[in-house]
């Protein structure tokens, strides 16, 4: 679900500017999954550009408030959303923590970084929604320190049926600021790709683990 249809459109033409998204239908990407695709993103790269990471820290910090009510943390699920993650807490005025992909093996043996008290409202800050699973275990780990998870709000998804379905089954609320039914559309509008092309990106979105073979 995304925050609004005007953000959705904004964010991903930013995000197709600076070439954080490339849609190459005619020269597929291949995922560390093993799946071949026809578009990649890395929303790494809004850091590298002062005015696309300040669009997203603004539009994530109106609307998660607005959705979700101020909460008292914002999480950040590592690697990819730690920077903008930081950005939004900052924005808030909130506290700020991060969830390991399993926990340490030395030390405290911590998987949530940061300080976290028992019963807090936490956001989950993510880059990006494939099928939801890495930044559902973020979840998972949130809320096995004591956390009260809120929601999550994602920079993109590309709306695969699993995703939807490991998070209802979940009960967590996901939310976007754009996604790739809104990117399509635009990308034909802004010529990145033909009509053609558009044909062959949905029929991937509906069946991803099997494209190309």
Same mark, same amino acid.
């Given at each position: 679900?995304?925050?609004?249809?005007?953000?959705?459109?904004?964010?991903?033409?930013?995000?197709?500017?600076?070439?954080?998204?490339? @849609?190459?239908?005619?020269?597929?990407?291949?995922?560390?999954?093993?799946?071949?695709?026809?578009?990649?993103?890395?929303?790494?790269? =809004?850091?590298?550009?002062?005015?696309?990471?300040?669009?997203?820290?603004?539009?994530?910090?109106?609307?998660?408030?607005?959705?979700?009510?101020?909460?008292?943390?914002?999480?950040?699920?590592? =690697?990819?959303?730690?920077?903008?993650?930081?950005?939004?807490?900052?924005?808030?005025?909130?506290?700020?923590?991060?969830?390991?992909?399993?926990?340490?093996?030395?030390?405290?043996?911590?998987?949530?970084?940061?300080?976290?008290?028992?019963?807090?409202?936490?956001?989950?800050?993510?880059?990006?929604?494939?099928?939801?699973?890495?930044? @559902?275990?973020?979840?998972?780990?949130?809320?096995?320190?004591?956390?009260?998870?809120?929601?999550?709000?994602?920079?993109?998804?590309?709306?695969?049926?699993?995703?939807?379905?490991?998070?209802? #089954?979940?009960?967590?609320?996901?939310?976007?600021?754009?996604?790739?039914?809104?990117?399509?559309?635009?990308?034909?509008? #802004?010529?990145?790709?033909?009509?053609?092309?558009?044909? =062959?990106?949905?029929?991937?979105?509906?069946?991803?683990? =099997?494209?190309? #073979?």
């Amino acid at each position: 679900m995304i925050f609004n249809k005007d953000t959705a459109e904004k964010t991903a033409e930013l995000l197709l500017q600076i070439n954080a998204i490339k @849609l190459n239908p005619r020269n597929p990407f291949i995922w560390a999954s093993g799946w071949c695709s026809p578009i990649y993103c890395d929303n790494r790269i =809004t850091l590298s550009f002062p005015a696309v990471r300040n669009y997203l820290r603004e539009e994530f910090s109106k609307n998660i408030e607005k959705q979700f009510g101020k909460p008292d943390v914002i999480a950040g699920v590592a =690697t990819g959303a730690i920077g903008i993650g930081i950005l939004v807490a900052e924005s808030l005025g909130l506290p700020f923590v991060y969830v390991r992909p399993e926990p340490k093996k030395h030390g405290r043996l911590n998987q949530v970084e940061g300080y976290l008290q028992k019963g807090q409202n936490v956001i989950v800050v993510e880059d990006l929604i494939s099928t939801g699973n890495s930044s @559902l275990l973020a979840v998972e780990a949130l809320k096995e320190a004591g956390a009260n998870v809120k929601g999550m709000a994602a920079i993109f998804s590309y709306g695969f049926e699993v995703a939807s379905n490991n998070f209802k #089954k979940a009960n967590v609320d996901l939310y976007t600021l754009s996604n790739y039914e809104n990117l399509l559309p635009l990308a034909v509008a #802004k010529r990145y790709i033909t009509e053609e092309e558009e044909i =062959t990106l949905q029929e991937w979105r509906n069946s991803p683990s =099997t494209w190309g #073979k």
